[in-house]
């Protein structure tokens, strides 16, 4: 079991009797520290959606599928292709990608998990490196990080970043949250 | 056999209510305000607090259909009623969750059990409002809950409101109830401050006093947390930051439910803090700077900016200037306080919100339909 916070896109709970996919998992901070996270599902054999929310620390049945280390290739609408070091290609569902999207570049290293025998989804790393292709202009002297701004990356993500970050710079991302971390 | 009810639940219902003090008693301000909203309109309420000792000067007359238990774990054996409500979290006892596995596992009767959410007007609550949630593991593995998130527009759960509050309004006499607390009319501005310990409190009343030259101030300061800020903010000014003495500070006593209304009602500018309060200031549709409660990682200020979209705000930049200001996430001198001009903002949120339906009559026919 994992919490529910723990959950991530492309990760496949149970949701009764039947294996959903999480298409997305939203997390959300309520009163007083607590959270909540909300996810969207599909099911896996059913294909039916749903949308169902748990408090953060809710345990989450989830299934544990099998993982392989592969890299990412190419876009065959509406397939992402990945390969493993045989040369070994699979194919995930566009709709299936999650928040893998956000960070997708070429060769990025990612797991790609399968049900059944069959590529759902992928996992990518906990953070990431990626460079600003647009922000607005970097405010001088100011490195309190209190105030933020946004931050696009190339796939069309914004990323939450401090005034400070200029564009073209490079920062590090927490993939679980989509959180800035640091400045690279 | 029960009849129906215009609000969709069929009448009566028994509702269990489960609540933690954890600070400052909104939560079971919030759970009492719900428990006698049911109550009055004909269902049967048990309210289970850690510590209800605060209703003691919050509600010292109780309410008719309201029964009080001290502790989060009922009697045994557990007898779950029709609506199970796990207030901000409390989290339910194993007892409690074994009896509604077992309750929700019998033929022909279900327990209807609902988290009942924070406020917040951030998107995540209408999205999240009213999804069900799997129970995966634990004693209650299997039943199903549902989450319900007040909130300020009709797809969340709305807002506690009792059926006669515009009337109480409409009777209700400033000046009499003032009178009785020492405030007598001599025109002068009327503040009330209910606050946790903003930072720039010392040069609030700074400004205060330099405001009052024109026009004297009374400043009715609350019980509790907002009495002692306000002493530890008078410790830090000089002996003569109050010249002519035109700053009136008058230090409440605990006000029952009733008269914090009433002292809201009174003032000319309220600074309230949380999110019953911050309802209840809405209600009474007078200009407020919301103290909201401060988070980790300044997650706060996400919130205050989504409330003061709710006040149809960015035309009045003046009043997000001070809301940020009274929470600390912008330096600077005291920004003016502008109630009159702010007076229009206040009332027309309060007319869009009494157009919605409030949250009592939102939970009856959400239970309806899911129970």
Known sequence: ?184 | MANAHPHGARLPLRWDIFCRVIDNYGDIGVCWRLAVQLAQRGHSVRLFADDPSALRWMAPLGCPGVVVAAGLEPAAPYDPPDVVIDAFGVGLTAAVLKALARRNGAHGRVVAWLNLEYLSAEPYAAASHGLASPVHGGAAAGVRKWFFFPGFTPDTGGLLREPELARRQAQFDRWSWLHDRGTVNTGQRVLSLFCYEPAVLPAWLLSLAAQAAQRPVDVLVTHGRATRAVQAALAQLPADWNPGARVTLRYLPALTQPDFDHLLWSADVNFVRGEDSLVRALWAGVPFIWHIYPQEDQAHLAKLAAFLEVLDEPAHPGLSAYFYWWNGAVPGPAPQLQDERWQPIFAAARSRLLAQDDLVTRLLRFVAENR
Not at chain 1, 45 to 72: P, W
């Open chain 1, 1 to 184: 079991m994992k919490t529910a916070q723990e959950i991530r896109a492309g990760n496949v709970v149970m949701h009764g009797k039947d294996p959903m996919i999480v298409l997305r998992a939203e997390y959300s901070r309520g009163g007083r520290n607590a959270a909540t996270v909300r996810l969207k599902l599909r099911g896996l054999l059913s294909n039916t959606g749903t949308e169902v929310v748990f408090r953060a620390d809710d345990k989450v049945e989830q299934v544990m599928l099998d993982h392989k280390d592969c890299t990412y290739s190419y876009f065959a609408d509406p397939m992402y292709v990945f390969m493993d070091a045989d040369y070994n290609q699979y194919e995930v569902e566009s709709g299936n990608m999650g928040d893998a999207l956000n960070y997708l570049e070429d060769g990025m290293p990612v797991e790609v998990v399968f049900y059944d025998g069959k590529a759902i989804s992928v996992e990518v790393p906990t953070s990431v490196e990626r460079e600003v292709i647009w922000t607005e202009p970097a405010v001088k002297g100011d490195t309190s990080g209190k105030v933020l701004k946004p931050a696009k990356l190339a796939t069309g993500f914004e990323v939450p970043v401090p005034i400070f970050v200029a564009q073209g710079d490079k920062i590090e991302i927490d993939t679980r949250t989509g959180e800035y971390r640091r400045r690279v």
